[in-house]
């Protein structure tokens, strides 16, 4: 079983960066692959990014492509996602989430709490 946490989430204005941080319990962090996602307000949750078990692969949802980047530090058990030229169309709460299988998809098997992401404009 895998526990995440996500951070370093906030408050930022237009064009200003974040970068938040998923740390996740256990041994085995290189076995699972690892995604992003974001659930505005009244909306479905959306993919964000992914990135595979060693980080050889990522993917982007387009509309963050160019401007997001997903990485992944397996020696501290924790994944990445650098957040720049915010928009205020970014503003959502972020999930991270592990599964043994790369999925561009929201059927991850485990998830953290959430941690919200706001832009102002």
């Known amino acids: 079983q895998v526990q995440l946490v996500e951070s370093g989430g906030g408050l930022v204005q237009a064009g200003g960066s974040l970068r938040l941080s998923c740390a996740a319990s256990?041994?085995?962090?290189?076995?699972?692959?690892m995604g992003w996602f974001r659930q505005a307000p009244g909306k479905e949750r959306e993919f964000v990014a992914a990135?595979?078990?060693?980080?050889?692969?990522?993917y982007y949802a387009d509309s963050v492509k160019g401007r997001f980047t997903i990485s992944r530090d397996n020696a501290k058990n924790t994944m990445y996602l650098q957040m720049n030229s915010l928009k205020p169309e970014d503003t959502a709460v972020y999930y991270c989430?592990?599964?043994?299988?790369?999925?561009?998809?929201?059927?991850?098997?485990?998830w953290g709490q959430g941690t919200q992401v706001t832009v102002s404009s």
């Open positions: 256990g041994r085995t962090f290189s076995s699972y692959a």
């Open positions: 989430a592990a599964d043994r299988t790369l999925k561009l998809t929201t059927a991850y098997e485990y």
């Open positions: 990135i595979s078990w060693k980080g050889a692969r990522t």
